[in-house]
């Protein structure tokens, strides 16, 4: 094998490992891309000036810090609805919309890799990349690296251009930071190893024949639905009953395909009926639920129809 095709495989070898890093680091899978792909980029037209003074691996994940830490330096922290903003007071039709880049995002599998199988699958929970964004970035690589990727304090120093020292106080500073900080979205997740299949199953049966009666029945009392790119979220059954009544239009005659997010967790891909074309249907958003007692705690509708794409997801689907 050439010198060429090994610095490639190198290179591969590192990228779902590289791909979750800039993710929890950047809270979009779409940026996270971005940033291994112009990590690709600059690892390989610098090649030539690795020196061997510490591993390929750490050199590359240098790369890769750099360019998360450039890309926050102006970047607003990114959030999730239920942590915006109260519930809605009104419900209405939700019009109001924030950038994509206001929002997390959910992300597919990163690919198998057996140092993948040792990263906490738990650090993937939406409600901690949540957390994350609340820690300043440099920090936030830290506790990354360390608590995550269970790297020495010597080799994230040398990651970060900083002391052991200055690693281990941040480390403390970030630790701190997160036993404090309280959101609404921790508090509402629920994303167990081993979900409810059987609510999960009654959830797509009662969204698919539109039965508000009995969808609105799977919440729990104080259930919530939420829908970025809409600050707008929906907190009571009530409220829930309302505002399913208000969009039936729009989503009645929908189907569910079955996928998974952030490390494995169930959800479902909504397609919606095509409006110009009443022989198919048409990508909407992605539903991520999380249960409590055997009932649905929170409903995530992430609307991004984007997404479908980096799921290997169709552009559209036969009734």
């Known amino acids: 094998m050439s010198e060429t095709a090994v610095d490639l495989q190198l290179l591969e070898n590192l990228k779902p490992g590289l791909t979750s890093f800039c993710y929890r680091m950047l809270g979009s899978i779409d940026d996270a891309d971005d940033a291994v792909q112009e990590t690709y980029i600059r690892a390989w037209q610098s090649r030539d000036s690795f020196r061997q003074e510490s591993s390929y691996k750490t050199w590359v994940y240098r790369i890769a810090s750099n360019l998360c830490l450039d890309k926050l330096r102006q970047a607003k922290r990114r959030t999730l609805p239920v942590d915006f903003s109260n519930p809605a007071a009104a419900i209405v039709e939700p019009r109001e919309t924030l950038p994509e880049s206001s929002w997390i995002w959910v992300a597919p599998d990163f690919g198998e890799n057996p140092e993948e199988a040792l990263i906490r699958k738990d650090t993937l929970q939406l409600a901690f990349i949540a957390l994350l964004q609340t820690l300043p970035p440099r920090q936030r690589a830290v506790l990354i690296l360390k608590d995550v990727f269970d790297w020495s304090s010597k080799q994230i120093a040398e990651t970060l251009g900083m002391s052991p020292a200055a690693v281990n106080s ?99 891909a909504q397609y919606m009926p095509n409006p110009e074309n009443a022989a198919v249907l048409i990508p909407w958003g992605i539903h991520v639920l999380e249960v409590k007692d055997h009932q649905i705690l929170h409903v995530q509708n992430f609307i991004n129809t984007k997404l479908f794409l980096r799921f290997g997801l169709p552009e559209q689907i036969h009734r």
Do not use: K
């Open 170 to 268: 941040a480390l403390q500073r970030a630790r701190e930071t997160l036993n404090r900080t309280r959101l609404r979205s921790d508090e509402l997740s629920r994303m167990d190893t081993e979900p409810d299949r059987e609510l999960l199953s009654r959830y797509v049966e009662a969204f698919e024949q539109f039965d508000i009666d009995a969808l609105v029945a799977l919440f729990h009392e104080e259930g919530c639905m939420s829908m970025p790119p809409f600050a707008m979220w929906v907190r009571g059954r009530n409220d829930l009953f309302e505002f399913f009544s208000l969009t039936r239009p729009h989503c009645e005659g929908s189907r569910f395909v079955p996928i998974t997010v952030n490390g494995g967790y169930p959800a479902f």
